[in-house]
């Protein structure tokens, strides 16, 4: 079967770096994208892996290794805003097919 | 740019009545989705479609039926409701190409007593 594993929740100060690991075993793969969800509100694409590595943005960066199965998104210099549910998904074909992991909710405190 | 509309955003439903949720993008994209979020289980697929007049199911198919008779619009219909379909309904549009992401609509909520 498919499997998307992730943290349930996870709490940080306001400044703190915070990781948040991502596990998969999928039938196919063709690239791991992480999604910010504020309570209430849609999902916003936030970065996208589909090589080994690391992709920085901002303060956001997103580390993959295919082999593994393994996905990794890194919040740096957290703010209360970045208070969200962050969604990890594979694109599992090229159909445009997703399948999403169940959310890690990360909780900035002061 | 309105990006992807869905319609109604709320809405309450007796067991046994039927409902469409309106989707509509205007970015020209290809690939349509409905996904419905539960608490603890994230997001399913419910159906897709990679172009006009496509469809197929997804993850969780039983009880939903959709139409995408126009490129801009994928429409999602439930025959019967059921309790069981409470839930937040999400549709999301894409492009294959070397991005790839999904956009989302605001999202539905539905509730069926």
């Known amino acids: 079967g498919q499997n998307i594993d992730q943290p349930t929740e996870m709490t940080a100060t306001e400044g703190a770096i915070v990781q948040i690991n991502c596990t998969y075993q999928?039938?196919?793969?063709?690239?791991l994208f992480w999604y910010q969800q504020h309570a209430g509100e849609a999902p916003t694409f936030l970065s996208y892996?589909?090589?080994?590595g690391l992709e920085e943005k901002g303060r956001f960066s997103s580390f993959l290794s295919r082999s593994k199965g393994y996905s990794y998104l890194l919040l740096k210099e957290l703010q209360m805003k970045d208070s969200a549910s962050y969604l990890c998904?594979?694109?599992?074909?090229?159909?445009?097919?997703?399948?999403f992991g169940a959310g890690t909710q990360v909780v900035v405190t002061p | 740019n309105a990006g992807v509309t869905q319609t109604p955003k709320f809405r309450v439903l007796k067991t046994g009545q039927s409902m469409t949720l309106l989707c509509a993008q205007d970015?020209?994209?290809?690939?349509m989705y409905w996904y419905r979020q539960d608490p603890g289980m994230g997001l399913r697929l419910i159906h897709y479609?990679?172009?006009?007049?496509?469809?197929a199911k997804g993850e969780v198919p039983d009880g939903y039926n959709v139409s995408r008779l126009k490129k801009q619009n994928f429409l999602l219909g439930l025959e019967s409701a059921a309790p069981s379909q409470t839930s937040v309904y999400f549709c999301?549009?894409?492009?294959?190409?070397?991005?790839?992401?999904?956009?989302f609509g605001q999202g539905t909520r539905l509730t069926v007593v």
């Open positions: 999301a549009s894409s492009n294959w190409d070397s991005s790839a992401e999904a956009f």
């Open positions: 999928t039938s196919g793969f063709n690239g």
């Open positions: 892996n589909v090589l080994d």
């Open positions: 998904a594979v694109l599992t074909d090229s159909w445009g097919k997703f399948q």
């Open positions: 970015m020209n994209h290809e690939y």
């Open positions: 479609s990679v172009g006009e007049g496509t469809t």
